[in-house]
């Protein structure tokens, strides 16, 4: 008895110091844990490394097929650029950090699960959002350090000019993204939580968000609903507003318009995943269904 008592003060008194810097440091050491086990098979980093080159390559092959050239009229008439390879290549990069963000955050509870671990997680003294928040620093890390490799092999095997003036104005775009996707991983892990095996709903929710983002294409090409439902998706203001600073630097004017759509829309997406987020996971707990495959 005196032993548990002992054991239960001990747990009180790191719930009570509990602040933002434990917080963190949980986070933290989350995403170290998973980085650790990704080194642990080299074919995966092979794989990491390679991946952004072999995403590329279809896109660049069949623009030039269709082009025939390396600039396209219609494209310029649409967006105000005819150099398709920059507006495919910057924006198709994008598309490595939104599966990230959404696959690897949103199933990070599932993967937990899945090797036995998910109950001591929640019983850490931490919030239950850490537990998501630390494997969105990880998949932060993982998704822009595959831009980073598609943008270094445009440059060099494509010949895509990069604005050095927008880089900064991009990584803050980048970080208003990732406010903004973070809602929607939010909700992926609810339907994780609840769903168990929820990649089908997770796959069809990363399908429509990059269907209707200007990634590859402009949105005018898209029929009108699907407009709509682009103009209300954050992923759509950021790899509008991304591309632009890569591509014109301080002289795009769409940039002050990017970030507000964002703000806006980060608010929203994240108060809403939040609060799916916390009221899911009680509802999951008090049914005892942590550990239920």
Not at 26 to 54: G, N
Not at 68 to 83: R, Y
Not at 180 to 205: D, N, P, Y
Request: hydrophobic share 55%; glycine share 10%.
């Amino acid at each position: 008895m005196t032993g548990n008592s002992e054991e239960d003060g001990i747990h009180e008194r790191m719930m009570a110091r509990r602040n933002i810097v434990t917080e963190l440091r949980a986070a933290s050491a989350i995403a170290v844990k998973q980085w650790r086990v990704e080194f642990a098979y080299p074919l995966t980093v092979l794989w990491f490394v390679l991946l952004p080159v072999m995403w590329m390559l279809p896109y660049f092959i069949t623009g030039v097929a269709l082009t025939g050239a390396m600039q396209s009229p219609a494209l310029e008439a649409s967006v105000g650029t005819s150099d398709w390879v920059s507006y495919v290549s910057i924006g198709t990069a994008y598309m490595g950090l939104t599966l990230s963000m959404i696959w690897g955050t949103g199933h990070a509870l599932r993967r937990e699960q899945n090797v036995g671990t998910l109950e001591t997680l929640m019983a850490m003294p931490v919030r239950r959002g850490t537990l998501v928040w630390g494997s969105m620093l990880h998949e932060l890390q993982h998704g822009g350090l595959g831009v980073v490799l598609q943008l270094v092999a445009s440059v060099f095997l494509f010949g895509v000019s990069l604005n050095a003036w927008g880089v900064l104005p991009a990584l803050a775009i980048v970080a208003l993204s990732v406010i903004g996707l973070q809602g929607i991983a939010f909700a992926v892990a609810c339907i994780v939580l609840v769903a168990k095996r929820g990649w089908m709903l997770t796959e069809v929710l990363g399908d429509i968000m990059i269907l209707v983002a200007p990634m590859a294409y402009p949105i005018a090409v898209l029929p009108p609903v699907l407009q709509y439902i682009s103009v209300a998706s954050p992923l759509t203001w950021s790899v509008e507003g991304f591309r632009g600073c890569l591509m014109y630097g301080l002289a795009y004017e769409g940039l002050l318009r990017a970030v507000m759509a964002l703000v806006i829309l980060d608010t929203v997406y994240l108060t809403i995943g939040v609060l799916m987020f916390m009221a899911t996971e009680r509802w999951v707990r008090k049914r005892g269904a942590l550990a239920q495959f």
